[in-house]
T-cell receptor
Framework: AQKITQTQPGMFVQEKEAVTLDCTYDTSDPSYGLFWYKQPSSGEMIFLIYQGSYDQQNATEGRYSLNFQKARKSANLVISASQLGDSAMYFCAMRGNQGGKLIFGQGTELSVKP | DAGITQSPRHKVTETGTPVTLRCHQTENHRYMYWYRQDPGHGLRLIHYSYGVKDTDKGEVSDGYSVSRSKTEDFLLTLESATSSQTSVYFC?????????????FGDGTRLSIL
């Protein structure tokens, strides 16, 4: 069975510091994709970054990077230079077998302190 | 902006009544999804569609049906609503045939069943 685990229900980070949000996954498929989404308090789901299982390099998108460790089955999100607007729920997700569905973790609530 | 509109945005109804949620897209994407979001569960797939009149069940499909008679509209119906279906419902589209392409979400519908 495919599964995503996010073990940090909540985290705090000081503004301008970097923060790592943990995500581990379980799958027996050799080909898979991992996604991170942000959900601010307004409720919308915002796509941040994608990592493919065969990608040789870690994905980066602006201040977001993905620390992909395939052997450990982890895909941690790193946010550099945190901003107050980064305060939100963050979800890790994996592409499932069924019609490209996404399997989500339970999320991590990030609070950025001024 | 992925051109996804969910309606209604909020609805309160009573147990046993039928409810239909609408997802409308403007960009002719083939794949559409319905998820529900509950505390402690992240997002879970209810149903998805891979074309007009082509739909399939997700992991939490009991009590729900869907229809897609036009490319742009994907309807989710609760035939006889129950309190356990109180949730936030998200529609998503996938912008392309590759299952590793990200899904983009509508703004959600907050449904309360009393």
């Amino acid at each position: 069975a495919q599964k995503i685990t996010q073990t940090q229900p909540g985290m705090f980070v000081q503004e301008k510091e970097a923060v790592t949000l943990d995500c581990t996954y379980d799958t027996s498929d050799p080909s898979y994709g991992l996604f991170w989404y942000k959900q601010p308090s307004s409720g919308e789901m915002i796509f941040l970054i994608y990592q493919g299982s065969y990608d040789q390099q870690n994905a980066t998108e602006g201040r977001y990077s993905l620390n992909f460790q395939k052997a450990r089955k982890s895909a941690n999100l790193v946010i550099s230079a945190s901003q107050l607007g980064d305060s939100a729920m963050y979800f890790c997700a994996m592409r499932g077998n069924q019609g490209g569905k996404l399997i989500f973790g339970q999320g991590t609530e990030l609070s950025v302190k001024p | 902006d992925a051109g996804i509109t969910q309606s209604p945005r909020h609805k309160v109804t009573e147990t046993g009544t039928p409810v239909t949620l609408r997802c409308h897209q403007t960009e002719n994407h083939r794949y559409m999804y319905w998820y529900r979001q509950d505390p402690g569960h992240g997002l879970r797939l209810i149903h998805y569609s891979y074309g007009v009149k082509d739909t399939d069940k997700g992991e939490v499909s009991d009590g729900y049906s869907v229809s897609r008679s036009k490319t742009e509209d994907f309807l989710l119906t609760l035939e006889s609503a129950t309190s356990s279906q109180t949730s936030v419902y998200f529609c998503a589209i996938r912008q392309g045939p590759n299952s590793n392409q990200p899904q983009h979400f509508g703004d959600g519908t907050r449904l309360s069943i009393l």
